[in-house]
Nanobody, 118 residues
Framework: QVQLVESGGGLVQAGGSLRLSCLASVDTSRISAMSWSRQNPGNTRELVAQISRGGSTGYADSVKGRFTISRDNAKNTVDLQMNSLKPEDTGVYYC????????????WGQGTQVTVSS
């Protein structure tokens, strides 16, 4: 079983920054893409940012210019740098990996709480 472990969540004031990290228990050569999604207090889920094995990135309109996703293939990690945080960024953030193996297999971490106060 592939395991994804998130860290870096916490409580921060609006305008502050947090850096989330996701450690994968599988070599990144087997991962076609990784992403971060979030579930807000209203239980709405959305894709926040994604990065392919080739390094291409994509972001939700709501976080463009504020969040940056990156991969460190040597360490099997994907990070999400979150700047200029807003209260609406509050939620549980989940790491996702699409793993190559007889097609794509999808895995999610347990999530890490991010709370942004006004």
């Amino acid at each position: 079983q592939v395991q994804l472990v998130e860290s870096g969540g916490g409580l921060v004031q609006a305008g502050g920054s947090l850096r989330l990290s996701c450690l994968a228990s599988v070599d990144t050569s087997r991962i076609s893409a990784m992403s971060w999604s979030r579930q807000n207090p209203g239980n709405t889920r959305e894709l926040v940012a994604q990065i392919s094995r080739g390094g291409s990135t994509g972001y939700a309109d709501s976080v463009k210019g504020r969040f940056t996703i990156s991969r460190d293939n040597a360490k099997n990690t994907v990070d999400l740098q979150m700047n200029s945080l807003k209260p609406e960024d509050t939620g549980v953030y989940y790491c996702h990996a699409a793993v190559i193996g007889g097609g794509l297999n999808h895995y999610w971490g347990q999530g890490t709480q991010v709370t942004v106060s006004s």
